[in-house]
């Protein structure tokens, strides 16, 4: 089934490393011309460059307004148009319902909600002119379930989920053939999961497992495991899947021990 998304131009945010760089390089893979965004000049560079020619790399923060019409206006200044939405940035820091202060708050919606909102409302606009699209909103286990080390990050994910069901809804209403959709992974073993835990307060009792080899084994997914998903969602082949809420957790709901 090589050539999933064979001529489809695809954003994707946080690209230079972690589930975001897995998932450009899988979407090139399958025939996708990629724009890369992160914050990370070098990392996004080098990913782009590694895919090649089907490749633009772009530095974005997610969060301003003027940079999303930048990097939509540039994709279809070089690809066309766009097909494929993946928003994937996000930031995550430690703190309950008592020691998450205003500030940490506001940042974290600022990026994670602030940020999804800004490309789905540039993205959509972009996909009706090409006739229809799908967009990628990556939320999390702690938008569905009850995390309490995450007070901020678990609301920021809850309002992508909540948001994507209504772009879905609003994509069926008015026939625009647009596709928006939430993938809701538990612990995945990547650059801002491994940092957060070397720089919680010591003494902290997470709800979140270390990263032993049991644990990866039973919990922690790989990237390109996430990627397989993002894909699937992104291609003709999920055509009929609208305002789902995907879970890739291994059970995570289920599990009562």
Known sequence: MAGRVEGKVAIVTGAASGVGKEDALLLAREGARVVLTDVNEDAGRAVAAEIGDAALFIKHDIADEAQWQ??????????????ILVN?????????????????WQKIQRI?????????????AAMKKRGGGSIVNMSSMAGIGGVSSFCAYSASKG????????????????????????????????????NLHSTMPKGVQSSVRMMDQKQLMARFAEPK???NLVLFLASDESRFINGAEMRIDNGYLMWAD
């Open 70 to 83: 930048a990097v939509v206006g540039q994709t279809e200044e070089r690809f066309g148009g766009l097909d």
């Open 88 to 104: 994937n940035a996000a930031i995550l820091i430690y703190g309950n319902i008592e020691n998450t202060d205003l500030a940490t």
């Open 112 to 124: 994670n909600s602030d940020g999804y909102f800004l490309g789905c409302h540039y993205g959509y």
């Open 159 to 194: 309002a992508v989920a909540a948001m994507t069901r209504s772009i879905a809804a609003h994509a069926r209403t008015t026939l625009s053939n647009i596709r928006c959709n939430s993938i809701h992974p538990d612990g995945i073993r990547t650059p801002m999961v491994s």
């Open 225 to 227: 495991e996430i990627a």
